[in-house]
């Protein structure tokens, strides 16, 4: 079974605090995503790689960075973290495959107050 | 007007209904379809993939797929209260070059017991 986990299910923070979320997936999967899901906008992708210390911004990377130094690990950082990044976060990893499905870990509730 | 089309609900259904969920899609590029289920505070997880008009069967869940009408279809059979969750259909063309999904605003499903 694909296994992928993030590091916290659920996270309190401060306006202005750096925040680091991590993800790990044990497939040997090329491909990593980044997600948030809000009631009534649905899944948005914030960023995704496709290969170590590759990335590409997806529809919401604004005051978002990524980082994925290793293949298994893929890690978001929200530099300067504000209200409106209260979010569920979903990580994703999916084969390098055409077509393709994605499988996401358990996601990671962020609450920044 | 969005790529994939999902009616939000909620669908409110008696156990060992027959449920039937849908989407619609604009993109003819779209190859690969897939359903997640999700349930509340969790990360989505894959039901169904299929990538060709007709139907795949899997225990209780069958996904039907007509590219001609973009139109796409779960059906679940003998519904359970545990099959009460949200659903999200995704779907993605062929080309390695855009790995992410467009997913469907997803539909809450709840079976009464």
């Known amino acids: 079974d694909v296994k992928v986990t993030q590091s916290s299910r659920y996270l309190v923070k401060r306006t202005g605090e750096k925040v680091f979320l991590e993800c790990v997936q044990d497939m040997d999967h090329e491909n990593m995503f980044w997600y948030r899901q809000d009631p009534g906008l649905g899944l948005r992708l914030i960023y995704f790689?496709?290969?170590?210390?590759?990335?590409e911004k997806g529809d919401i990377p604004e005051g978002y960075s990524v980082s994925r130094e290793k293949k298994e690990r893929f890690s978001l950082i929200l530099e300067s973290a504000s209200t409106n990044q209260t979010s569920m976060y979903l990580c994703?990893?999916?084969?390098?495959?055409?077509?393709?499905?994605?499988?996401f870990g358990p996601g990671t509730r962020l609450t920044v107050l | 007007q969005k790529e994939v089309e999902q009616d939000p609900g909620p669908l409110s259904v008696p156990e060992g209904a027959i449920v039937s969920l849908n989407c619609t899609y604009s993109?003819?590029?779209?190859?690969?379809f897939m359903w997640y289920r999700q349930y509340s505070r969790k990360g989505p997880e894959l039901l169904m993939y299929t990538y060709s008009s007709g139907n795949k069967e899997d225990g209780r869940f069958t996904a039907q797929v007509d590219k001609s009408s973009k139109y796409i279809s779960l059906f679940i059979r003998d519904s359970q209260p545990s099959d009460s969750a949200t659903y999200l259909c995704?779907?993605?063309?062929?080309?390695?070059?855009?790995?992410?999904?467009?997913f469907g605003s997803g539909t809450r499903l709840q079976v009464q017991p």
């Open positions: 993109n003819s590029a779209f190859q690969y």
């Open positions: 790689s496709y290969d170590v210390k590759m990335k």
């Open positions: 995704a779907m993605r063309g062929a080309t390695v070059g855009r790995r992410a999904l467009t």
């Open positions: 994703a990893s999916s084969p390098g495959l055409a077509g393709a499905p994605q499988f």
